[in-house]
């Protein structure tokens, strides 16, 4: 028996545009399409208000005049009549005239968090289309539930990149030169420690020092990742996702206290996806440096400070004032600001005193 489609097939590129949005700027942009494509109709407004301390983001089709359409009737109509769906625009606008965009009818889909309110969807016609049908409210009751997996896809995406952010804010801070590789050997991530000890291994300390740490990832840590492919590839059974592959260690060919520890990983899952590279970089001669030796060698080389931010720090340590260190390191007293926030930003201290604590 032939079934019926529970949606027009003439929908179904714009469906698929909806649920391939992944910011605010394509979610609106689909909801147009389909909308047009759907219902006739003479403009269509979008209102989202996902965090409740953010302000309500609103867009139109067309323009609306100033409070029109503000957040304050929906948060009183929404406080009386929670969780309803589907909302005629004459409901909570009846003393409100829609003739500057010559609307007459209109309706409102609501989508609601627990008991609160985060996305209005509103679509007006004028008086010649009419009010929307019994067919036409048919087919966004059809739809509701597409326009909510879309809406949840994207504050998911956005939860999920805010997170991601967050961590390669963190891992950019580690001391730890680390180093994430996909199968094919190309770069996922590495933070700025990481691009130090690569300039390091490739130049040497002088010379990587005097330039901008833009060196490759070295030869012999690449081939040693082809051959730990080629170890996983003859593997004979699956390898423990939680365990990893193998671990490999890599020293520089004349100095071998620049070590890196390889780590093949594979994800927690069916194992579709092929494994990924963990690396991490070592200075086991930095590592091994006497706490009596100078302040700088003692601090790990992501921190590292420039040689007029040493010297200032130095003269902080001395006790002395911006000003007494303006005038010693021949420095204007913005600069000696400057170069303090700097050191502060970088060691990850908020005052003279525990940078001084940290310094000894």
């Known amino acids: 028996m032939k079934r019926e489609a529970v949606i027009d097939p003439l929908l179904e590129k714009t469906l698929l545009g909806l649920h391939a949005a992944t910011n605010l700027g394509s979610f609106w942009k689909a909801i147009q399409q389909l909308l047009s494509a759907a219902i006739p109709n003479r403009l ?3 209102m989202l208000q996902p965090n409740p301390i953010l302000p309500m983001i609103a867009r139109w089709t067309s323009p609306m005049r100033d409070g029109f359409f503000t957040a304050e009737p929906l948060k009183s109509y929404s406080a009386v009549e929670a969780r309803h769906r589907f909302v005629r625009i004459s409901e909570f606008f009846s003393n409100r005239s829609m003739a500057p965009q010559r609307c007459a009818h209109g309706v409102c889909l609501f989508f609601w968090k627990d008991q609160r309110l985060i996305c209005v969807i509103a679509i007006m016609r004028t008086a010649a289309q009419g009010d929307l049908s019994p067919a036409e409210m048919n087919l966004l009751r059809q739809l509701y539930p597409q326009f909510l ?32 590789l996909r199968w094919n050997l190309k770069p996922i991530y590495q933070n700025r420690a990481a691009r130090d000890f690569c300039a390091v291994w490739e130049k040497g300390p002088k010379a990587a020092q005097l330039t901008k ?52 990983r594979q994800l927690s899952s069916i194992g579709v996806a092929q494994p990924h590279f963990l690396i991490e970089c070592e200075d086991l001669r930095r590592q091994a440096a006497p706490r009596g030796g100078q302040a700088s060698s003692r601090l790990p080389h992501l921190v590292r400070l420039t040689r007029r931010e ?20 021949c420095l204007s007293l913005p600069m000696v600001k400057k170069h303090l926030h700097a050191i502060f930003r970088k060691l990850e201290v908020t005052s003279r005193s525990r940078l001084i604590a940290l310094m000894r």
Do not use: Y
């Open 213 to 264: 740490a833009t060196s490759p990832i070295p030869c012999e840590i690449l081939d040693r990742c082809r051959l730990l492919k080629q170890q996983w590839a003859a593997a004979q059974r699956p390898v423990a996702p939680e365990t990893g592959f193998k671990e490999e260690r890599v020293h520089h060919p004349r100095s071998p206290h620049l070590r890196a520890t390889l780590h093949l």
């Open 44 to 46: 269509i407004g979008l």
């Open 310 to 329: 040493q010297e200032v720090a130095r003269l902080v340590c001395e006790g002395r004032t911006n000003q007494e260190i303006a005038d010693d390191a």
């Open 149 to 180: 997996t879309a809406l949840c896809r994207l504050r998911s995406l956005e939860r999920e990149h805010s997170l991601r952010m967050d961590l390669e804010e963190f891992l950019s801070r580690l001391p730890l030169p680390t180093i994430l």
